[in-house]
Each structure stands twice: as C-alpha cells, then as structure tokens.
C-alpha cells in the first residue's frame, strides 16, 4: 500500500515514519511528478498552513491533489493539514482544498497555551494522547461530519467520508491508533 506525503515544508517525516513501522510505503510528494504512479492514501502534515498553500500552488500541486480528494482518496490531514481541507478559516477569506465542511480558527488555543498535551477518548474506544501546537480549532462543523475525538466538549479530530483530521498531531505521540484508523480505510 502505497500512501503519499505531502513534504512541502512541516512535520512530514514523522508521519513517514509512522505510515512504515505500520508496514505501509510511504513516498514523499514535492512536485507533480510524484503524483504519476498510481497510490493509496494521502497525508497532508501539519505545519504552516499559509505557506503549504502558497507551495502548492506555486509547484502546480494543488488542483491535481484537490481532483484526487474529492475524487474519493483516502485523506488525513492534521493541524495545517486540518485547515488546508477545512471548507473556510475563520476571519479569513482564504480557502484551500475546502473539501472538509468545518470552519477552523488559526492559532486558536492562545498564545500561552500555543503547545499543550492532552488525552481523550477516540470514538469511545482507546484514550489517545494529543499533543496541540499552535494548533486550529474547530468552531462549527457541518451536519456530514463526524466527531472522532472531543476535548472539553469541541471536536479535535473529524470525519467526513473520505477525509479524516486532526487539530493535534498523532504523529508526534508513540500511540498509533489514528494512523491505524486512516489506513484501514487505504486498501
Ligand atoms: N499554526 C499553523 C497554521 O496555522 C498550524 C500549526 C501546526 O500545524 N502545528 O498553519
């Protein structure tokens, strides 16, 4: 199975490293070329969202990635990956992939509290660790998107049909639980 990760710029080889040891081959995507051979699933890193969306463009990667999404590939974004696929931003008209019917708000946990760790039940089911840095949130959600975790009562990771993500990052946590998830869906 192979899964593409988007390496632009951000935390790329932690979800590489994760997609490997979960016997999955990982491959990175840097310019159109990459998208050629045939694969599985896509990863989307955190980041900075506004400079992922300025490269994707620039490289000629974002209309070719956004076909693939809304053509059904399975997708996990987290953090900048949440906003690249979030529908809008709030008090911000940008839009990036907007395949995702949430509105998320940069750097939204404050200054003081730009990086925190947390735990939280994913789907009723195994507590998982989160770790939050400089991390989005999630301020209003449409009627096609499931909840997957939920921390202090706002939805922290999500899912609407093919595209599942995170405010946090899992790929930082030793725990697999939501890569495993993502790729049960990749076959
Ligand atoms: N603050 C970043 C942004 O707005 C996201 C942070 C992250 O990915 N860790 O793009």
């Known amino acids: 199975m192979r899964i593409g990760v988007l390496a632009l710029q951000g935390a790329f080889i932690e979800h590489e490293r994760r997609v490997a040891e979960l016997g999955a081959t990982p491959f990175e995507i840097r310019e159109r070329r990459d998208l050629e051979a045939p694969f599985d699933g896509l990863i989307l890193p955190g980041g900075e969202s506004t400079v ?51 509105t998320v708000e940069r750097n939204s946990y404050g200054r003081q509290l730009g990086s925190f760790h947390a735990d939280a039940p994913l789907m009723n089911g195994p507590v998982i660790p989160l770790s939050f840095i400089r991390a989005p949130k999630i301020t209003a959600l449409g ?6 975790v939920v921390l202090n009562g706002t939805p922290v990771a999500v899912r609407q049909d093919n595209v599942i993500a995170a405010a946090f990052h899992p790929e930082l946590d030793a725990d697999t639980n939501l890569h495993r998830l993502f790729l049960s869906r990749c076959d």
């Open 52 to 102: 992922q969306g300025k490269l994707l463009r620039e490289l000629g990667l974002f209309e070719p990635v956004r076909e693939k999404i809304v053509a059904g590939l399975p997708t996990f974004g987290t953090c900048a990956g949440l906003i690249l696929l979030a529908k809008a931003i709030k008090d911000d008209p940008t839009v990036h992939f907007g395949v995702l019917d949430v």
């Open 143 to 148: 009627d096609k998107v499931e909840t997957l």
